[in-house]
């Protein structure tokens, strides 16, 4: 019988507490890390996106997962706040073989993308659509599952220029970063457009008496007012306000301020409301959208639009790890970016109304929907409209 003395003894069993402290890496694994809001001020968002992660993730195991290998998500509850979402990162990617990452923020991810350059080894996506993030050079190894935010109300102008030429606009924007985001490339474009920007009206994120910026408004008169940097609050006082004016003015908004479930509490005063999204909603019904079908199978009550984010996010995720696995490659950061651009002319089953392509880091396509009070439900108001250069 072998007998231990008693530093050999201590030296094992402090290496079988360190492993047991240290998870196994599963070989068989692709894992997709999150720092994700499930409470806070975004927490809606949040639990729609892990939601649709996670929906697509299951679709692709029951199918054999990529290669042989299963997908998982592995994330925390970042409450929306940029220093949580980094420990979750911290902690995660220490504890995980993590090469595909999810992130809660436009803080966050420029926060934490000079530490993804390091490693190397990480392809990032998350809630974010900020123009700042649109560019390669600076974010190497990250993207957006759909256009920025200047792409958004470029789409907008598009819509505005073809319905009605020379049309007369006023921008409303939250006096947040977020808010401010596409103020100039807006401005620029209706310009090039043809497009007049009469009034610029900036408000606080949640501002509650908006009187004096709706008295602005009616003072212009625009054909359209453009809102950027909600999710719905002051947005129901700004058209309640305008309509009891009478002022006639098409409202439209950006991809935040466009889940339909948020304007059914509105009520009538919401009827009309336009924006651009980039992806169908749950109930639209086209025949070129098995995946709607699936989501409807697996979920028979409406999914949120960050659903339907999350949703394509892990499916482009999915593909690009797919592609480097298939080009005989390792999953670094810079493999699964390529892999990524080199998407063209991509199905992604009808969530998006026409192929896509990724050259660089966001999908720039989208579509001008219109709220049917009545019916409880954002209608097409326009085809797929690109504004990649």
Do not use: C
Request: cysteine-free; hydrophobic content about 40%.
């Amino acid at each position: 019988m072998l007998k231990l003395t008693r530093r050999t003894a201590l030296a094992l069993s402090t290496a079988l507490a360190l492993s047991a402290a240290v998870p196994a890496f599963a070989a068989d694994e692709i894992v997709i890390g999150g720092s994700i809001p499930l409470t806070g001020v975004f927490a809606f968002a949040g639990v729609g996106v892990e939601a649709g992660m996670q929906d697509y993730i299951k679709i692709v195991n029951e199918a054999g997962g990529i290669a042989g290998r299963k997908l998982r998500l592995a994330y925390e509850d970042t409450g929306y706040k940029v220093d949580a979402s980094v420990a979750a990162f911290n902690k995660l990617t220490s504890q995980e073989t993590i090469n595909l990452y999810y992130g809660d923020s436009t803080g966050f991810a420029k926060t934490i993308n000079p530490e993804i350059d390091r490693m190397g080894s990480i392809l990032m996506a998350g809630a974010s659509f900020a123009t700042e993030l649109n560019d390669p050079k600076a974010f190497p190894h990250q993207f957006m599952a759909g256009p920025d935010y200047s792409e958004m109300t470029g789409i907008l102008l598009e819509y505005i220029a073809k319905e009605k030429p020379g049309a007369k606009i006023v921008l409303v924007n939250s006096d947040t970063e977020f808010g401010r985001d596409p103020i100039a490339a807006t401005k620029a474009r209706a310009k090039e457009l043809g497009l007049e920007v009469v009034e610029e009206i900036i408000t606080p994120p949640t501002a509650v008496d908006v009187s004096t910026e709706v008295l602005k408004l009616r003072r212009a008169r625009p054909d359209y007012t453009i809102f950027h940097g909600y999710v719905l609050a002051p947005l129901p006082e700004f058209m309640t306000q305008a309509k009891q004016l009478g002022l006639e003015t098409k409202f439209m908004g950006t991809f935040w301020s466009m889940d339909s479930s948020i304007w059914d509490k509105v009520g009538e005063v919401a009827d009309g409301f336009m924006g651009v999204m980039p992806y169908r909603y749950y109930y639209d019904e086209a025949e070129d959208a098995p995946m709607l079908k699936r989501i409807r199978e697996m979920r028979p009550t409406y999914q949120s639009t960050p659903y339907m984010q999350g949703f394509l996010t892990a499916m482009l995720f999915a593909e690009a790890a797919k592609r480097t696995l298939e080009a005989g490659k390792d999953l670094t950061g810079a493999n699964l970016k390529a892999a990524l651009n080199s998407i063209q002319d991509f199905d992604t089953g009808g969530l998006i109304g026409m192929p896509i392509s990724i050259p660089g880091n966001s999908i720039p396509v989208g579509r001008i929907y219109q709220y049917n009070a009545a019916a409880k439900k954002m209608e097409p108001a326009s085809d797929w409209i690109s504004v990649q250069e």
